[in-house]
């Protein structure tokens, strides 16, 4: 193939500015949340609004298009029997004003080159850049051996429900990435096991502790019977561990509150488990009680799965592990588990090495949610052909490919990484409030994209 004209591609994707930026407004304003599902909406009426928007936009250009049952949707251009698939997605999470946004979500708003918006970087953004990259490789009359095809899914945020029936459809890639994670390129996605721990028999009153499981828990409360554990002792543990507490006293009961710091679940040791301190804590302060002794033999202070018998690692990263939520009801405790485990082991490895450790007479533990990982070596032709390209076009190789704890669209469809959108050292503010991107950076994606996508052709 001959070689792609970088210049070329760059003034092209220039003179689309003010059609991005027309593009990713409309699709913005449209409030893509998942709502209830209706008769030919499966994800509500506001994602298809939005995945018809798009393709109506793709369609104008030229591109052959097609709605996947109102799940997905994809454009394409080429021949061929093989696939080069762009995935992005059009739904959003939610956002309102009162939130802390300093303007309207559903309103994008431009301020000194910088957009704001719910969505302007996950993902439609990058949606929109991917539209910009397929209309340049079309206008350049660059030779498409293969089908190269922008897929839009519509239920990213809510279990992928839009891939899983798109690939029932149409089956899967034979390359492609989803610009739905970072750059410069994600080769591994670390495998999930997802579910908890149900206590057998406790002395504890009451326990409430942590907002989600994905999430180190940044604070616990517990109601347990004045004077059965030593102050002393429990106030010595925590003051050794620099641990914020309190303690109320109440006639027969004592409340003690315990502060942690919160972090994803995927990164346990950047945060501090208040749960793990607290229960440890009682544990040290002589306060006798089975649940206790079962969360401290299997869970304690570690985040690397050592007492579940699972403290593995490859040369691509560490198995992790966090108990995030905790609550008691009817006299039953039950808490979270979320672990993350190594690109090249899979689900019944790892499940093979804690099964010695999943129950005994305190307490049980139980993983419903079992996702296998993925893993493309970085010197893979996947791999490095579209890290050359994001080399290509910023001159960034400080930044290396990496392998992350979370997952991305890449884990539903085979022969995938996630590639975009996000630049590194960003925090675009996804998922939260003022969420932003900048127009430089989305000419940039563009650019990026029509360079990986001509790299994938050549493979
Ligand atoms: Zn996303």
Redesign the pocket.
Known sequence: MEKLDSKEVKKRVQAYKDEMLTRLDKLVAINSVMGEAKENAPFGEKPLEALNVALDMLKEDGFETANVDNYAGYAQMGQGDEVIGVIG?LDVVPAKKSDGWDTDPFTMVEKDGTLYGRGVS??KGAVVASMIAMKVIKDMGIPVNKRVRLIMGTN??NGSKCLEHYVEKEGHVDYGFTP?GDFPAIYGEKGILQGGYVSKKTNIIDIEGGTVANAVPGKVTVKVSAGSYSSEKLDKFFKENKIPYTVENNGDVDTIEVTGVAAHASTPTLGVNAISYLLVGLKNADFSDAFVDFYCTHFGLETNGAMMGADLKDEYGDLTLNCGVISMKDGVIEGTVDIRFPVTLSTKEVLDHMKDHMEDENGKVSFDTQVEPLFFAPDSALVSSLYEAYVDVTGDKENKPMVIGGGTYAKEINNTIAFGCAFPGYDYRIHNTNEWVKIDELLLQAEIYVHGIIKLLSI
Do not use: A, M, S
Request: proline share 0%; no cysteine.
């Open positions: 997605h996950d993902d990213e945020e739905d």
